[in-house]
């Protein structure tokens, strides 16, 4: 679609959904857990870490603290030995019993399905709570913002800003609310695969001709006007 760029936002940004729907048409969360506590503790430790580290780590985690309970009368020195390798151990052990602590005392046990309680829970920003509720409780409240999100999406010319809660709300405005949570995990994948940060592959992108960010990439720009050329050609009859 060579005309794609000239396209509002909204209209090219349902055009980038529908595409990376084609691309990565299954999209799950890339953490294991197998209920909201576990979800939540896994995003939490996932901050500055990565998503396979962080399944590595779980496991012996999940079967020494098995509930809300658990977690919340933990022992800080041990809790923190077995979430050392995901970094920031101290604040994350901490933070996690903390969240815990007041799920016990003012939530019956049970972690929250609302994001106003979520981001009460120490630890617990948005980006977090909307992981949880989208994949805890099938509950689309925002867009996940993470480095790969904000960073693509500002190629994608979808936003200027660099704060995470103003990104979320300009996408919010151009996406279906079915397809929030979705959304920000095929960009991650679309980060990884394609779109890195180091070394993008904008030549063998499938979202080229939306992407503003893309015109600097002289083989891309070749074929747009290979492409224009082409539909010119067709509109006039040749």
């Known amino acids: ?9 909204k209209q090219r940004a349902l055009e980038i959904l529908i595409r990376l729907k084609r691309l990565y048409p299954d999209a799950p969360c890339s953490l294991d857990f197998a209920n909201p506590l576990q979800l939540m503790v896994a995003t939490m430790l996932a901050a500055q870490c990565t998503d396979e580290r962080v399944n590595l780590v779980t496991p ?3 079967a020494a603290y098995p509930d809300v309970y658990a977690f919340a009368e933990a022992n800080l020195e041990d809790l923190e030995g077995l979430v050392k390798s995901t970094g920031f151990y101290r604040n994350k052990a901490k933070n996690i019993r903390a969240a815990c602590q007041k799920i016990v005392t003012e939530f ?3 972690v929250p399905k609302r994001m106003e309680d979520l981001v009460s829970l120490p630890g617990i920003a948005r980006k977090t709570a909307n992981v949880v509720l989208a994949h805890g409780f099938g509950i689309n409240a925002g867009v996940t913002v993470d480095t790969h999100v904000k960073r693509i999406s500002n190629l994608l010319g979808l936003t200027q800003h660099s704060d995470p809660v103003k990104i979320e709300r300009d996408l919010i405005k151009l996406l279906p609310q079915p397809d929030w949570e979705n959304w920000s995990i095929r960009l991650v994948y679309h980060g990884r695969a394609v779109c890195k940060a180091r070394n993008p592959n904008c030549g063998g992108c499938t979202l080229a001709d939306l992407c503003p960010s893309a015109k600097a990439v002289p083989e891309v720009e070749a074929a747009l006007k290979r492409a224009g050329a082409h539909h010119q050609a067709v509109g006039d009859g040749r």
């Not at 679609?1 to 936002?9: D, G, T």
């Open 60 to 62: 012996a985690l999940f």
């Open 108 to 110: 019956n046990g049970d």
């Open 1 to 9: 679609m060579p005309n794609q760029r000239r396209a509002s936002k």
